[in-house]
């Protein structure tokens, strides 16, 4: 008896991430992002954590099916880009977010939220930043792919921001 195994196809190992479209495919951008995340996390001497904390809820929402994909989630990481980008991105605010995440206020809620996640999750992506080797333009690069991924968002910002009011008190 002869067994026959099936293999993967090749479209599958070379489709694009569907989160942020990186052509090397999902795993490929992930890789991408790991190693990126360490140059980022290791600027964090310089003053620069809030960046890696952008960076991460960044990446997050780009790729929101496999990091967020409930309200908890989403509340995280959209409200922690909200955060980075319309207020200061001290400690104090990512601290409050996460408190909010933890009460679970949105549980029995249908998700996602109305008009929904964005198809085309911004212009800027992790491979944006892969050849950046200086601190300047790590920091930089990370703002301006926030800004980008923010911008796709345009119409969850109310909900966004509603999350930051109700974390601050």
Request: charged fraction near 25%.
């Amino acid at each position: 008896m002869e067994i026959v195994t099936s293999e993967v196809p090749d479209l599958l190992l070379t489709a694009p991430c569907p989160g942020c479209g990186h052509p090397g495919g999902r795993k490929a951008c992930q890789e991408l992002f790991d190693e990126i995340a360490l140059r980022v996390r290791a600027l964090a001497w310089t003053g620069s954590l809030t960046t890696w904390r952008l960076m991460h809820d960044v990446y997050s929402i780009q790729h929101e099916e496999d990091y967020c994909g409930r309200w908890r989630g989403l509340i995280a990481h959209l409200g922690g880009v909200c955060w980075g980008i319309e207020h200061d991105g001290s400690e104090k605010g990512y601290r409050a977010i996460q408190k909010l995440v933890e009460k679970d206020h949105m549980q029995g809620k249908p998700y996602p939220p109305a008009p929904g996640i964005p198809t085309n999750r911004g212009d800027y992506t992790a491979a944006s930043l892969k050849d950046f080797n200086q601190p300047v333009l790590l920091v930089n690069g990370v703002d301006r792919w926030a800004r980008s991924v923010w911008v796709a968002y345009e119409p969850l910002h109310d909900l966004a921001r509603d999350w930051v009011k109700l974390a601050m008190g």
